[in-house]
């Protein structure tokens, strides 16, 4: 399923993702400076952030993951969430964060932050790579923030169209889809 070149542009480079991952690494690290921090990652998507993440967090962190489903094989959310994966860790009085590739209507992770804080965890708070504010639905806001872009469709980096191009080193922007 290859997207013509001619649809693609870079939205974000590969070298501009490790800044920005780096730079919330140094963030996260700064405000959990005792360690020992639960770093939830929403597969698939966050695969690739999740793993460079953590090796930027110099203090002492531990990762789980959730796989939650809302698209499909649509470009825009279907607006029931589905859990095909829950935590494997307890997270009762500690410190987590919810690891987002993207925050996009806000639907998914409204319902995942709801969800964990019924487990009563000591923090609980959002990282996201990219936060997407135009087709923005529900009132959530992600406490470490990577990059922002306004509206369209992105694939690379561990972000999907119908299960492909995750595998894309860079973030582009797809036309026509």
């Known amino acids: 399923m290859?997207?013509?070149?001619?649809?693609?542009?870079i939205l974000f480079s590969r070298q501009r993702i490790a800044q920005e991952v780096k730079r919330l690494g140094m963030e996260i690290g700064a405000t959990y400076p005792q360690g020992n921090i639960l770093l939830v990652g929403v597969l698939k998507g966050s695969f690739?952030?999740?793993?460079?993440?953590?090796?930027a967090i110099e203090c002492s962190s531990m990762v789980d993951f959730v796989r939650l489903a809302s698209y499909g094989s649509q470009t825009s959310t279907s607006g029931v969430i589905e859990f095909r994966k829950e935590l494997e860790m307890p997270i009762r009085d500690r410190d987590v964060i919810?690891?987002?590739?993207?925050?996009?209507?806000?639907?998914t992770l409204e319902c995942l932050?709801?969800?964990?804080?019924?487990?009563?965890?000591?923090s609980l708070k959002i990282c996201t790579l990219i936060d997407k504010r135009a087709r923005?639905?529900?009132e959530i806001e992600a406490d470490f923030v990577g990059m922002?872009?306004?509206d369209g469709f992105i694939i690379g980096?561990?972000?999907?169209?119908?299960?492909h191009y995750r595998h894309l080193p860079d973030i582009y922007t797809v036309k026509g889809i």
């Open 98 to 107: 919810i690891v987002e590739d993207i925050i996009d209507s806000g639907y």
């Open 48 to 55: 690739l952030f999740i793993a460079d993440l953590v090796r």
């Open 136 to 138: 923005r639905e529900v």
């Open 157 to 163: 980096y561990g972000l999907d169209y119908d299960e």
């Open 148 to 150: 922002r872009m306004d």
């Open 113 to 122: 932050y709801n969800k964990l804080l019924l487990q009563q965890p000591k």
């Open 2 to 9: 290859p997207i013509p070149r001619k649809n693609c542009e």
